[in-house]
């Protein structure tokens, strides 16, 4: 399924639930701030994991269920957590070390364990590293496929610095449900019998 596809298929799903969706990243950034202002940063290293887990929750339930369930994100969060401080630790340390050799290969592995999460959330019996690893085995190939499929919406947030920030009501909904729909498509390809979103429960 090509970029333009899976925008389209984000639309139909979205339509008439673009206010719970963006609820959803509401509540996600607003818990993100208060954690990395509470604890100085620290709560960020320690759950940044969980709270995209959490967020991803609601997309994937839109996706694979045709609705959003704001209390998807508790699960999300809380399931397994202990997995995920790990997971979050170590990709914040790899991707700190990466970037100190500039800005260029910290991009590249920012893409390299973009799957990280969505693997500890579908694969709880796997550890933090495994995850970060398989992320970077199955991005192989993809990173830069992913780069432009994420740089295709730079128009989209271009619009929504121009509207003030009320086109991101709409815009940032729709690229978190169209990169979860591009990466079930067409880069999670290990089992094709069981692609990395099929959940009959969260």
């Known amino acids: ?115 990280a999460e969505l693997i500890a959330r579908k694969e709880p019996e796997i550890d933090a590293n495994d995850c970060i690893t398989k992320s970077r085995e199955l991005m192989n190939g993809h990173k830069m496929e992913l780069f432009i499929f994420d740089l295709s919406f730079i128009g989209w947030y271009l619009l929504g610095i121009i509207t003030f920030g009320i086109a991101f009501i709409w815009i940032v909904p729709f690229h978190q449900q169209a990169r979860i729909i591009y990466i079930d498509k067409n880069i999670y390809k290990v089992d094709p019998e069981k692609p990395i979103l099929e959940d009959t429960e969260f």
């Open 1 to 115: 399924m090509n970029r333009k596809e899976c925008k389209q298929l984000a639309k139909q799903i979205l339509k008439g639930k673009w206010v719970i969706a963006f609820a959803a990243v509401l509540i996600y950034s607003a818990v993100s701030a208060a954690v990395g202002t509470i604890t100085l940063g620290i709560g960020i290293l320690l759950l940044s994991a969980s709270l995209m887990i959490a967020l991803y929750n609601v997309f994937i339930g839109g996706y694979k269920e045709n609705k959003y369930e704001i209390s998807d994100m508790v699960k999300g969060a809380t399931d397994n957590i202990s997995t995920k401080i790990v997971l979050s630790i170590l990709k914040t340390i790899f991707l700190v070390l990466w970037s100190l050799l500039f800005a260029i290969p910290g991009i590249i592995k920012t893409y390299s364990y973009a799957l």
